[in-house]
């Protein structure tokens, strides 16, 4: 079955940008979109946003000014890059699979298991 | 602040039925599916339930959605110890282009 894994520093100083690297396994990078997702320490859920195999890309309007989200689907991965971190970056990232049913319903139905990313100096 | 508003906690003993609510907007809940996700203490979430009220294979049916007008609401009925976890409720919300929006999460004890 399909397996998603987040890469990327663990420790990312304030200012600079964070980049994070999610690999697709046990299936097909085309025909879904990919999202992120992060977890601040103790609290809920946030979207960052995604991309569609298309390169068409939608972003959390809150964060939309400094996130990027690309994919190189031969290589079956998608990144994310968020520029001038603050210590309220700090949080789980996970990365995850939007699917959709037979009346256009999407949902996330395959997630990584989330990389710890803590923005310090 | 969120945009979808859970309770922060519900608890229940063993064997009981719990329901968790998820209140939003005409913008969101009152105009796309509503899905459901479990997440244990230190690991992923997990989809429990889309489109309102579908089970994705593998998750038991003592867990079911439903939606009304702009809320939306998840019963686990004979409650288990391991249902122990914290659940948040997810939909599309129209405004600001279109994203994707969480609840704040519902702890849920079994006592």
């Known amino acids: 079955q399909v397996q998603l894994q987040e890469s990327g520093p663990g420790l990312v100083k304030p200012s600079e940008t964070l980049s994070l690297t999610c690999t697709v396994s046990?299936?097909?990078?085309?025909?879904?979109?990919w999202s992120w997702i992060r977890q601040p320490p103790g609290k809920g859920l946030e979207w960052i946003g995604y991309?569609?195999?298309?390169?068409?890309?939608k972003y959390n309007p809150s964060l939309k000014s400094r996130v990027t989200i690309s994919a190189d689907t031969s290589k079956h991965q998608f990144f994310l890059k968020l520029s001038s971190v603050t210590a309220a970056d700090t949080a789980v990232y996970y990365c995850?699979?939007?699917?959709?049913?037979?009346?256009?319903?999407?949902?996330?139905?395959?997630w990584g298991r989330g990389s710890l990313v803590t923005v310090s100096s | 602040q969120t945009v979808l508003t859970q309770p922060p906690s519900a608890s229940g003993t063993p064997g009981q039925r719990v329901t968790i609510s998820c209140s939003g907007s005409?913008?969101?809940?009152?105009?796309?599916?509503v899905n459901w996700y479990q997440q244990v203490p230190g690991m992923a979430p997990k989809l429990l339930i889309y489109?309102?009220?579908h089970r994705p294979s593998g998750v038991p049916d003592r867990f079911s959605g439903s939606k009304f007008g702009t809320s939306a609401s998840l019963a686990i009925s004979g409650l288990q110890s391991e249902d122990e976890a914290d659940f948040y409720c997810?939909?599309?919300?129209?405004?600001?282009?279109?994203?994707?929006?969480f609840g704040g999460g519902t702890k849920l004890t079994v006592l």
């Open positions: 005409s913008s969101n809940i009152g105009s796309n599916p």
């Open positions: 997810a939909v599309w919300d129209d405004s600001l282009n279109g994203h994707v929006v």
């Open positions: 046990g299936g097909s990078i085309n025909s879904y979109y």
């Open positions: 995850a699979r939007r699917s959709y049913d037979d009346s256009s319903a999407y949902y996330f139905d395959v």
């Open positions: 991309i569609y195999d298309t390169g068409t890309t």
């Open positions: 489109n309102n009220d």
